[in-house]
């Protein structure tokens, strides 16, 4: 059976290919987050976890998903301590496409990732700047977004994508 192409691994690629001469290495594909694409790689002295975001039919903006099994088999939030240096989330969507590369400090700043007393969260809902007439809540949280965000449709500046990954 043919492998299919992860999309978000052919967005990661194209864009590190732009910027430097570094080499994705010791990509892992983790099996229970495959439905987004869920994968760790390094690229020179950074590590990374991915996701592909999906389009609901109900809300607005894009859902991801990301947990990992504990000794219980239970599903838990990625902990601070044990996550890779950044958190790539990508978004293909018909004619629309991007990347959110969030450091990990803003994720643990947020409530994503679990630290100390701070349970975390297991996934989250994200909104591209084409995501518009947003709700109050989802219009801060887009605000806070866009900051980590790379559009794809628009010209794209070297320098924002290296200051974001690297």
């Known amino acids: ?3 299919k192409s992860l999309i978000s691994l ?14 994705i290495e010791a990509l892992h594909l983790e099996k229970q987050n495959s439905e987004y694409e869920g994968m760790t790689f390094k690229i ?6 991915s996701r592909l975001a999906k389009k609901t039919p109900n809300k607005k903006g894009y859902f991801v998903v990301f947990w990992e099994k504990d000794q219980h088999h ?4 990625f902990k601070f301590d044990d996550s890779p240096d950044k958190l790539i989330i990508s ?18 700043a947020k409530g994503i990732l ?5 349970l975390g969260k297991m996934a989250m809902r994200i909104y591209p700047n084409w995501v518009s007439n947003l709700n109050p809540t989802a219009r801060r949280t887009q605000l806070w977004q866009l ?4 559009n794809y449709d628009k010209k794209i500046s070297p320098d924002m994508v290296r200051a974001l990954y690297f």
């Open 114 to 118: 679990s630290y100390e007393r701070q």
């Open 91 to 108: 978004i293909k969507d018909g004619l629309h496409s991007g990347q959110f590369i969030f450091p990990k400090a803003i994720l643990v």
């Open 1 to 3: 059976m043919a492998q």
């Open 10 to 23: 052919e967005l990661v690629t194209n864009m590190i290919h732009q910027t430097t001469n570094e080499k």
């Open 74 to 77: 239970h599903n838990t939030p």
């Open 44 to 49: 020179g002295q950074f590590s990374y976890r």
């Open 147 to 150: 900051d980590y965000f790379i």
